[in-house]
C-alpha cells in the first residue's frame, strides 16, 4: 500500500442495522475511492478496546466499545489519491449535527456515537487499521 493513496473505513453497527450498507457503499464509489478490501464481521469487545486504544482514557470510551462490538460492520480499504483527506471530506465531522450537508454522516448518521462510519486520521493510521482487519493476501493493492 503506497502511503497517501488509501484510507480505512468502517461502516459501524447502527448503519448496518437499518440497511443503509448499500447506499453508502454507493456513497463511496461515487466520490470516486476503489475498494480494495472488504469484510463483514463483529468485533468482540477485546477487539473492539484494541482498535479504539488510543481513546481508552476518555469518558465514552466504555460505550464505545460496547457500541461497535454490538452487531456487525464492514470494514474496507479505500484507494484514491489523497485517500484520507478526501474520505474524511466525504463523510463529514464526527458529530453529525455539525456534518455539512451531503456527506455521510450527514446523510446516515443518528449521534456522535451512531455516526455511521469510521475513517482514519492519518496515513499511518490507514495503514495500522488496514493492517488490524486485513492480512497482505486480502488487500488487492
Ligand atoms: P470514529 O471516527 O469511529 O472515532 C472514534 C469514535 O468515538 C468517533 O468516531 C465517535 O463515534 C466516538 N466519539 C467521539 N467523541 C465522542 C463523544 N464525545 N461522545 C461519544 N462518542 C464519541
Redesign the pocket.
Known amino acids: 500500500m503506497k502511503k497517501g493513496e488509501f484510507t480505512f473505513t468502517m461502516i459501524k453497527p447502527k448503519a448496518v442495522e437499518l440497511g443503509n450498507l448499500i447506499p453508502i457503499l454507493y456513497d463511496i464509489s461515487q466520490a470516486g475511492f476503489k475498494v480494495v478490501a472488504m469484510k463483514m464481521t463483529r468485533l468482540s469487545l477485546v477487539q473492539a478496546k484494541k482498535f ?1 486504544a488510543i ?1 481508552k482514557e476518555r469518558p ?1 470510551f466504555k ?2 466499545v460496547e457500541f461497535m462490538s454490538s452487531g456487525p460492520v464492514v470494514a474496507a480499504v479505500l484507494q484514491k489519491d489523497n485517500a484520507v483527506e478526501e474520505y474524511r471530506k466525504l463523510i463529514g465531522t ?1 458529530n453529525p449535527a455539525e456534518a455539512e450537508d451531503g456527506t455521510i454522516r450527514k446523510k446516515y448518521a443518528l449521534s ?2 451512531a ?1 455511521a462510519v ?2 482514519s486520521d492519518s496515513d499511518e493510521n490507514a495503514l495500522i487499521e488496514s493492517n488490524f482487519f486485513f492480512s497482505q493476501f486480502e488487500i488487492f493493492a
Open positions: 479504539y481513546h465514552f460505550d464505545l464526527t456522535v456515537q455516526n469510521h475513517g
